[in-house]
């Protein structure tokens, strides 16, 4: 009994110090970050109707939740679970490094400073309290939803095949051209063209926010914080007030500069992190002259003593 239970101990021991290796269900592929979004893109395509009225989205409570809370709630658990199966939470939502351009924070924060100045041209008495708490769960939805999918899984795929430069531009892309489907839900043609520019340098300064903290959860709660002020600015403007509409008419512009800012800082973080990528391209070891193949017939090179 007693060399069985200290056969048992070093058992255990040896279990403890064994290094664990760390394995993902599925392996990281191309095919699969892009999956969700590509599903994503044929159900909202499915879903949407010609007759739908876009522009008043989110003004009502029951458009908040028929338009927000209910089918981004949906997809945010599914794309949740999708990720969980996958076993790709860790590698989705930490990047290993940040970036050390600390001026790119730049981006963030303007674009935080356009939310927080938002909220006091929203007119809060104009509709009930619940409103705003629905629409800042259905916002958060959006911002989880999206984010995992776009700045999470999609990134995973891109990673295995292009440099980082790549990955930088082509997720902003695809984000931008997913809100080409607003043009199928009621939305006109100029107005999806400016969203989809919109949208595509607001996911550089999304893909900045990741490299600065190297988690998600910040661009999560930017994403959902600029939605807020969005609906709710233009659920609740007073487009009659000539004043207020200049001011936002403003800060819209001052919007767009911030957002240029966030293109060149996430052009520059991805470029940066392809340097040595590219020096290992440039300086290539140069192999010995006795290396070289002779042709037939061609006299052997000689050292030179």
């Not at 391209?281 to 140069?286: G, P």
Request: charged share 15%; hydrophobic share 55%; aromatic share 10%.
């Amino acid at each position: 009994m007693v060399r069985l239970h200290w056969y048992k101990q070093d058992v255990e021991q040896q279990d403890v110090e064994r290094p664990r290796r760390r394995r993902w269900p599925v392996p990281p592929s191309l095919l699969v970050g892009l999956a969700p979004l590509v599903v994503f893109a044929a159900v909202s395509a499915w879903r949407a109707r010609p007759s739908d009225d876009y522009p008043t989205l989110g003004e009502t409570v029951d458009s908040v939740v028929r338009a927000l809370v209910i089918p981004e709630g949906i997809a945010a658990l599914a794309l949740c679970l999708v990720v969980t199966g996958l076993g790709w939470w860790r590698i989705a939502t930490v990047d290993p490094t940040r970036t050390r351009l600390r001026w790119t924070v730049l981006a963030p924060v303007l674009i935080v400073l356009v939310c927080v100045v938002r909220l006091p041209l929203m007119d809060w008495s104009a509709l009930p309290g619940h409103y705003f708490l629905l629409l800042a769960v259905g916002v958060l939805f959006v911002g989880v939803f999206e984010e995992l999918m776009t700045r999470g899984v999609l990134l995973v795929g891109l990673r295995r095949r292009l440099p980082e430069f790549g990955v930088w531009a082509l997720s902003c892309v695809l984000f931008g051209l997913l809100h080409l489907l607003n043009a199928l839900a009621g939305a006109s043609i100029g107005v999806t063209l400016v969203q989809v520019v919109f949208a595509a340098s607001f996911g550089s300064t999304l893909y900045v926010a990741r490299r600065l903290t190297g988690s998600l959860l910040l661009p999560v709660l930017l994403h959902a914080f600029w939605d807020f002020g969005s609906i709710g600015l233009s659920a609740t403007t007073d487009v009659q007030d000539p004043s207020k509409i200049v001011f936002v008419g403003l800060l819209g512009l001052f919007s767009f500069g911030v957002l240029a800012l966030g293109v060149v800082a996430g052009g520059l973080i991805a470029w940066r992190d392809d340097r040595p990528r590219r020096l290992r391209r440039r300086w290539r070891t140069v192999p010995p002259m006795a290396a070289y193949a002779v042709q037939e017939g061609a006299p052997r090179l000689q050292a030179v003593t």
